[in-house]
């Protein structure tokens, strides 16, 4: 397998645009003095990403917990919310947030989504939506998740954090469901340094939700609910202009890379991976991810993922811890592990491995050698 990489290769690698461009638009920026509070460059941005989301609403956030959060509250929701155990803590933590109870619901070992027919064991009269994850930008079951929303008169918010740019059936990941969170921080595809947004089509929702992320301010002197402060600034803004024009290219060096992945890897036994060369799917190319069966592989994750970083090969096991077992849910029954076989499974199998677009073909061709040559 030779000598460790010189330098660290780590799981991801955020865009980062050209300095003349950023210092250009900084002036810009400058010559007005308006630092934040919906200026022209968050102006921009939110019609960009209307664009790219194909949503009739756009509300950009400071970041998606924070956008997460407000679309719980802006949905008047009560009392118990089926989730995830197998996702980010941002998460359940919104839910929480909003002294709301998460109902944790196992996932399918296919697709790592929550599992639609798990969702009907757990509904009960405090029911009042559904919060999904399109896990690795991997779409849910959308069409069952709605049926089982609508036949219990539930809301659904899908945190789409994964999701930017993902389509389903050539529509976007954004028109399901009645909201949908995006993710922008620095290790996701498209970013704006930190930063997020809520999607959606119903027009009621919009007053909403810029209430509540705008501290609940109408007007000069108008204040009508205890809104937060979740407002995107102007430089920020300007980052995600920027990093929008590198979007495509970024995602055909991905592909590539996503190949050569695939290729290398699909031979080992033990060594899975979630396709997505599926028709149906226009992928967010956000992770690329293999799961490990120790029985077939000889290996567990750790033990791999222990191997890769002596190699200067920095992995990461998405997402562990799982969530339910964190210990503040402890008291929490449908965080109990017997509940959760799939869920407590997966978490100890998965492996986020570098996937970024700056990776050179001989650097992923290694990952893949030590990869097949730690197989027992």
């Known amino acids: 397998m030779g000598k460790p990489f010189k330098n660290v290769i780590y799981y991801t690698k955020p865009l980062l645009p050209d300095l003349n461009l950023l210092d250009k638009g900084l002036r810009e920026i400058y010559s007005k003095a308006w630092l934040t509070n919906m200026g022209n460059q968050h102006k921009r941005l939110e019609k960009l990403v209307q664009r790219r989301l194909k949503s009739k609403y756009i509300s950009l956030f400071n970041n998606g917990m924070t956008a997460l959060m407000v679309a719980i509250k802006a949905l008047d929701l009560r009392g118990e919310i089926i989730t995830t155990p197998f996702t ?52 849910c079951n959308v069409n069952e998740i709605e049926q089982i929303a609508k036949k219990h008169k539930l809301k659904v918010i899908y945190d789409a954090a994964h999701a930017y740019g993902l389509k389903y059936k050539n529509k976007s990941i954004a028109n399901f469901g009645d909201i949908s969170m995006f993710s922008f921080h620095a290790t996701k595809l498209f970013h704006s340094l930190e930063g997020g947004c809520l999607a959606f089509n119903e027009k009621k929702l919009s007053r909403k939700v810029y209430l509540y992320k705008n501290f609940g301010i109408a007007g000069e002197e108008e204040v009508l609910l205890p809104g937060l402060n979740g407002k995107l600034n102007e430089v920020n803004c300007l ?13 055909k060096a991905r592909k590539r ?9 699909k031979d080992i036994d033990g060594i899975f991976f979630y396709d997505k060369d599926n028709p149906n799917i226009q992928d967010s190319y956000q992770y690329f991810v293999i799961r490990i069966n120790q029985k077939l592989y000889g290996k567990n994750r750790d033990q791999l993922f222990k191997k890769l970083r002596a190699y200067n090969v920095f992995a990461r096991k998405y997402f562990s811890p799982l969530c339910s077992n964190l210990p503040y849910f402890k008291s929490n029954l449908s965080a109990k592990k017997k509940n959760l076989k799939i869920a407590n499974q997966i978490v100890n199998e998965t492996l986020a491995l570098p996937f970024y677009g700056s990776l050179k073909d001989w650097e992923v061709l290694k990952i893949c050698k030590i990869i097949k040559n730690f197989k027992k």
């Open 88 to 139: 980010f803590p941002a998460t359940p933590n919104a839910i929480l947030w909003n002294n709301l109870e998460p109902v944790f619901c196992d996932i399918d070992k296919d697709s790592l989504n929550i599992n639609p027919v798990e969702i009907e064991k757990r509904i009960t009269k405090k029911t009042s939506a559904i919060l999904a994850v399109h896990v690795f930008g991997n779409p």
């Open 239 to 251: 980052f995600g202009i920027l990093v929008d024009k590198m979007i495509q290219d970024e995602k």
């Open 257 to 265: 890379i996503y190949k050569i992945y695939k290729e290398n890897l």
